[in-house]
């Protein structure tokens, strides 16, 4: 048994699969995502590559704010709708039935039906090649109050978030460790 060896492609996997909302409460929209992901700590910042004919390439360029909201089982249909259709021809808020939240500091709405809706603003836009990479700094993080424990953090095992991987989208799986399990001392 050995590697077989592929010329370059996209194969990290798995992916989130992010809706992500732009434009005005008025004027907004929502893409489907997979190119996404954090990029540093303090401050916290993330990326979202897209390309420059995605109907909301423009209206992330010109406003320069977004917000990522994470999806979930409940959210796959949408999710995938919202990657297959443009806003240009359809309001994807009424389509798919999703109500607009405002958000703390940007313009954009959230996703109301998202667990959790991440604002950002544009810092640098990375003209790669066919996409192009919005790194933005992360201002705040909205949260269901309904994922949140009585400890006070997030339950990421209540909100069934999904995750993207060959073109399939995938529920979570079972939980198998947690950071530092391999190094801790058996008691
Ligand atoms: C699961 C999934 C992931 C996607 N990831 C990206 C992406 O990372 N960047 C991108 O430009 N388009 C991506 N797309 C395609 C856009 O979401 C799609 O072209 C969408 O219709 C564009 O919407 P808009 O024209 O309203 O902006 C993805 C689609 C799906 C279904």
Known sequence: MSKVTWKPGTFINPVPAVMVSCGTMEKSNIVTVAWTGTINSDPAMC???????????NLIRESGEFVINLTNEELARATDWCGCRS???YDKFKE?????????????????????????K??????????????AEVLAINV??????????????????IS???????????KIGRFGFSVKKKL
Request: proline share 4%; hydrophobic share 30%; aromatic share 10%.
């Open 87 to 89: 806003g240009e021809k």
């Open 96 to 120: 798919m039935n999703l109500s607009k939240e405002k958000a703390t500091i940007v313009n954009c709405p959230m996703i109301k039906e998202s667990p959790a809706s991440i604002e950002c």
């Open 47 to 57: 990326y979202i590559s897209l390309r420059p004919t995605r109907y909301s390439y």
């Open 164 to 174: 993207y991987a060959n073109g399939g989208y995938y529920a979570q799986g079972e």
């Open 144 to 161: 269901k109050d309904k994922f949140i424990d009585e400890k006070g953090a997030f339950d990421i095992q209540k909100c069934n978030l």
């Open 122 to 135: 544009v810092k640098e836009i990375k003209e790669l090649g066919s996409h192009h990479m919005f790194i």
